[in-house]
């Protein structure tokens, strides 16, 4: 993982660190394509902003689906190249990244800039928005 996490001294470290994991955990569970644990690290409603507008999903049995065709079938697995901290107070940490999706092989298919935004709500952290320029 290249330049992970970068903070500043207003930022809220454990908040920070809640939403880091909650990222780890999001990538582990979307590689081994077990969408319990995927369900886990999102809060739904889920909502996204692309280039086709704003999606949002109500419950996870069609965030899967959607996610599979928008991924495309050579996608195996997806990394972090980067996360880092835009802003953070304890209920909300806003998170600049990228990823890259690859094949079976280990090529690139395609690395995307987006937006997620980290909350805790109910005492749970997961994602609950985020703005992507990918697929």
């Known amino acids: 993982m290249v330049g992970d996490s970068a903070m500043s001294a207003s930022d809220d470290p454990a908040a920070v660190a809640a939403a880091i994991e909650v990222l780890d955990r999001h990538i582990a569970a979307l590689n081994a394509k077990d969408d319990v644990a995927l369900a886990a690290t999102l809060h739904f409603p889920h909502y996204r902003l692309s280039g086709a507008g704003m999606r949002i999903w109500e419950s996870p049995e069609r965030y899967f689906a959607d996610f599979r065709a928008r991924a495309g079938g050579d996608w195996h697995h997806s990394a972090w190249d980067f996360r880092k901290v835009i802003a953070a107070s304890p209920e909300k940490v806003h998170l600049d990244v990228q990823f890259t999706r690859y094949r079976a092989d280990n090529s690139a298919i ?15 952290w997961a994602a609950e928005l985020r703005s992507s320029f990918a697929p």
């Open 110 to 124: 395609a690395s995307y800039r987006s937006i997620w935004v980290v909350t805790r709500i109910e005492g749970r």
